[in-house]
């Protein structure tokens, strides 16, 4: 039991009970449990109800508590109570399970409760809006090691995200042939952030990494996504080595790969930039 006119200390009911004369105690009934979806990072806003009636008709005070702790106060006059009277609260409700409790007396002494559970839940997994791997273009082919940092834009109806880089995968393989012979090509070395080779092979149309990424909110819903990282296999971004400076931004490696199977394969970038 959470509540008890006593526990309230609610001298208000003893002199409350003074106005009355008791004689049967009221009833009351609780609407059913809920369960609702997390809407804000408050929890969701739920309306529970109670139905109290007096045979007596007397005076009727309705103490609601949730979770233990005083919400709200109703008093009700003497007279109508003979018939069933339903009473509302209205209340922002946190994730997970809340108790409301409901009492009525008619003289102080004569405590009725009943009770019923709200329980918020979150089912919902994060919205992701962007995903940003900066750089997202790798040139010169090198071969060596360059750091990527990784920036997400995500957000949950009920609270916080967190996110990371779960794997990264590359259309190439690590040691294929005519890129170097190095391995490993990829290491993640933080949530969100991440160690890639700049290197694709000679005959090839371009490397692309992808990086995958898991957003979690709270409830441990997840939202998964993945971006780019290019190495492309035969012009660097607006630079001297540029043969035709036609097209997009880098980031969609569709674009370089078609571009890059278009351009007769098999010749390595290096020879040509070299000669450049
Ligand atoms: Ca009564
Ligand atoms: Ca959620
Ligand atoms: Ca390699």
Excluded at 146 to 165: F, L, N, Y
Aim: proline share 5%; net charge negative.
């Amino acid at each position: 039991m959470k509540i008890s006119i006593k526990s309230l200390g609610l001298a208000g009911a003893f002199l409350f009970a003074a106005s009355t004369h008791a004689a049967t105690p009221p009833t009351i009934t609780c609407s059913g449990d809920q369960v609702l979806e997390c809407t804000s990072t408050n929890g969701a806003l739920g309306v529970v109800s109670a139905t109290v009636q007096d045979a007596d008709g007397d005076g009727l005070m309705v103490i609601w508590a949730i979770n233990g702790h005083a919400a709200e106060t109703n008093i009700l006059a003497a007279g109508d109570t003979t018939n069933a009277i339903t009473l509302s609260l209205t209340n922002s409700f946190a994730v997970g399970t809340n108790d409301v409790s409901v009492g009525v007396t008619d003289d102080g002494t004569n405590v009725v409760m009943c009770s019923s559970t709200v329980v918020v839940q979150d089912t919902t997994p994060p919205q992701i809006r962007s995903i940003v791997a900066s750089p997202n273009v790798l040139w010169p082919p090198n071969h060596k090691m360059r750091p990527i940092a990784v920036v997400v834009r995500a957000d949950d109806a009920c609270g916080p995200v967190s996110w990371h880089i779960t794997q990264i995968t590359s259309n190439e393989p690590e040691d294929g042939l005519g890129d170097g012979n190095t391995s490993p090509d990829s290491v993640i070395t933080g949530p969100h952030k991440a160690l890639l080779r700049a290197e694709r092979s000679g005959k090839g149309s371009g490397r692309i990494y992808t990086l995958d990424i898991e957003v979690s909110d709270q409830a441990l819903n997840t939202t998964n996504g993945s971006v780019r990282v290019t190495v492309p296999h035969d012009r660097g971004h607006g630079s001297r080595w540029n043969d035709d400076e036609d097209d997009d931004d880098h980031n969609d490696s569709g674009d370089d790969r078609g571009r890059g199977n278009g351009k007769g394969n098999g010749k390595d970038k290096g020879k040509k930039h070299g000669k450049n």
